[in-house]
């Protein structure tokens, strides 16, 4: 159940800036945040702010902040990038653009906070670091353009490169917007029915098992019958084999990991 609005701390700050857009209620110390470094911080909220994610934000369960790139461009023309050293195509976003942007955002964060870097060449986003973001307090994500970031600033602050797949996107924020949303939805109050957490595809290491509704029979086809009988029991079995059998045939990299351990 979500705390009441007078219980919360308010985080007060001093800043030079107006508050963000993308908020309405004031800054509470103790609601978990999406902090997003950007060159379009125009692309958000986007689908984060439709559904069960939009209504959890309009709610205030939790929050989101967006830090534009551009702000700490460099000269009149606000420059973030620079060609890369050595050589080579495309533009490096360079570290004294990307570096104070950080800093701006982790200077709102406290306890647990990760910074992650949306790249293809990072570990592989998963249900695991999902549940484990959701148990932050808080994450800072930076979304890449161009060739990718000057390495001393992953370095130097500690990011962690995560990736969605082994596939190239034109920019980190479609990638985040995916994250954020697999982790709020995990957030206590957000999914209406908490067992559904619990249930669905990857939180046991398995696939979901088939999922039926009405019409009883639809083009010819019936609903396992199992499934009607009413023995909550017999359809927990079936549904667990259901998911072992779905999760050998079409992820055997699961399936040999489980079985393994």
């Known amino acids: 159940m979500k705390p009441a609005r007078s219980h919360a701390r308010q985080s007060v700050r001093a800043s030079l800036k107006p508050r963000e857009l993308l908020r309405d209620a004031p800054d509470y110390a103790d609601i978990w945040q999406a902090r997003v470094i950007t060159l379009f911080p125009e692309l958000f909220p986007g689908v984060l702010g439709a559904s069960l994610t939009g209504r959890a934000l309009k709610d205030g369960i939790w929050q989101l902040h967006t830090h534009d790139l551009r702000a700490h461009g460099i000269g009149k023309h ?3 990038d620079d060609t890369p050293a050595g050589g080579g195509a495309g533009m490096v976003m360079r570290a004294d653009v990307v570096g104070p942007a950080i800093e701006e955002a982790q200077g709102q964060a406290r306890g647990r906070w990760p910074i992650l870097y949306m790249s293809p060449r990072g570990r592989p986003f998963d249900q695991a670091m999902a549940s484990d973001l959701a148990a932050c307090a808080g994450v800072t994500m930076l979304c890449g353009r161009f060739e990718g970031v000057d390495e001393r600033v992953l370095e130097h602050y500690g990011v962690t490169e995560v990736s969605l797949g082994d596939f190239v996107m034109t920019g980190g924020e479609l990638a985040a917007q995916a994250m954020i949303d697999a982790t709020v939805r ?20 398995l696939l979901e098992h088939p999922q039926y509704t009405r ?3 639809w083009q010819g086809r019936d609903i396992p019958p199992v499934l009607m009988s009413g023995n909550h029991a017999e359809i927990a079995k079936w549904r ?7 999760t050998e045939a079409r ?11």
């Open 78 to 80: 606000r420059n973030v």
């Open 251 to 261: 992820r055997p990299d699961l399936w040999a990991r489980r079985t393994k351990t």
């Open 215 to 217: 019409p009883a029979t």
């Open 240 to 246: 667990r084999a259901q998911s072992e059998a779905l």
């Open 186 to 205: 995990l957030l206590p109050g957000v999914l209406g029915n908490a067992d559904s957490a619990v249930e669905e595809s990857h939180s046991g290491g």
